[in-house]
């Protein structure tokens, strides 16, 4: 469904003095800088595939998803979405997909909801019985009755996201790209979201791109995740490999039952981290490369009374936020 090979963006910006002197300076000599916002990644998603495209601030996902588009031509590289170039052939790449950039609106501002997507229907030619069809089982699932006669800019934040959802997937487009659908959402609205996106994947085949910074949109959408850092991907594979690769970090809270201070048993020392909460809990912090979970419980009854415990799963929040870091 989209092939991406080489492709790369580089931005050239102007570089500013500052002040009047670097002002007027600035109109005589111009130095520019090149940003490579996009640097060389490669690609291929199949049809039907749910990719979480994910990197920190500014890594470079809004100018992969905005080349995808076709709103951007690149600097170098090939690209073809459902076997068409996105920036030479851009009629023929809209009809193909949908949007939704979290940040900005496809509906018209001024006009009811329902007008916004008559319109849509218009642009994109969808056939009248299909449309009405559409138009109900988007109506319920995201439960958009009460918004449809209602000027957008007229609406909250979460309602309007999901018209503007609608609207992406109005036409069944073969790919939908998502920049951060449930930014600044509620938790009721994301889960509703996220159904519908699941929805739509299984009853159309509809392929998603979707980025994010809440993980756990990639948990509960994606089954491949591909992180970008400084414009190169740093890793491309399914959520539970990562979760295998680099998970192994594992995290048991205690409650022990003692006023005296917890002191490192010997035969856990340079194998766990221990630290001391505010609530009295002591968190024991470790790979399970170096020692089993079974073991760390051991050695700590061995020495003291528990009165309760919990096992942290390896959250797919600290595994990114770490690669964020650190790197892979
Ligand atoms: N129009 C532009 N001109 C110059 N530089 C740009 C332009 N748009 C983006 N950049 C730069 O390119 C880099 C990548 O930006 P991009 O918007 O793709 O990041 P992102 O991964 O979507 O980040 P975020 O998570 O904050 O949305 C950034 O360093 C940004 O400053
Ligand atoms: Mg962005």
Redo the contacts with the bound molecule.
């Keep these: 469904m989209i092939q991406v090979s080489g492709l790369s963006?580089h931005?050239?910006?102007v570089k500013k003095k500052p002040g009047l002197t670097g002002a007027i300076k600035g109109l005589f000599h111009r130095e520019y800088e090149v940003?490579k916002?996009?640097d060389d990644i490669s690609l291929l998603i199949r049809p039907g595939e749910m990719v979480g495209y994910i990197?920190?601030?500014?890594?470079?996902?809004?100018?992969?998803?905005?080349m995808l588009c076709g709103i951007l031509t690149p600097s170098s590289g090939n690209v073809t979405v459902n076997g068409v170039i996105p920036y030479k052939e851009r009629k023929e790449n809209a009809k193909n997909i949908g949007a939704v950039f979290g940040q900005r609106s496809q509906l018209f501002w001024d006009i009811a909801v329902l007008e916004s997507y008559d319109l849509l229907k218009h642009i994109y030619e969808i056939p009248e019985h299909e449309y009405q069809e559409t138009i109900k089982i988007f109506t319920e699932v995201l439960q958009l009755e009460p918004l449809l006669n209602i000027p957008v800019r007229q609406l909250s934040l979460g309602q309007k996201m999901r018209c503007e959802l609608a609207a992406a997937f109005l036409h069944n487009p073969p790919v939908v790209f998502l920049?951060?659908p449930t930014i600044g959402l509620d938790v009721t609205v994301k889960v509703r979201i996220r159904e519908f996106i699941k929805k739509m994947n299984q009853a159309k085949g509809t392929t998603v791109i979707l980025?994010t910074?809440d993980m756990q949109d990639i948990e509960e959408i994606c089954n491949r995740i591909i992180i970008?850092d400084e414009?190169k991907i740093l890793y491309d594979g399914s959520v539970q490999s990562i979760k295998d690769h680099f998970g192994n970090k594992r995290v048991i809270h205690f409650e022990l039952d003692s006023e005296a201070p917890f002191q490192l048993p010997e035969s856990l020392m340079h194998k766990v981290d221990f630290s001391c909460g505010e609530d009295g809990t002591i968190s024991a912090s470790f790979s399970n490369n170096v020692i089993t979970a079974a073991d760390v419980i051991t050695e700590v009854m061995k020495e003291y009374r528990i009165r309760d415990l919990t096992i942290a799963d390896p959250k797919i929040e600290t595994i990114v936020q770490e690669i964020y870091e650190r790197g892979i």
């Design positions: 963006k931005y050239r910006i940003k916002a996009v990197g920190a601030n500014g890594a470079g996902k809004s100018t992969t998803i905005k920049d951060e980025t910074h970008i414009g």
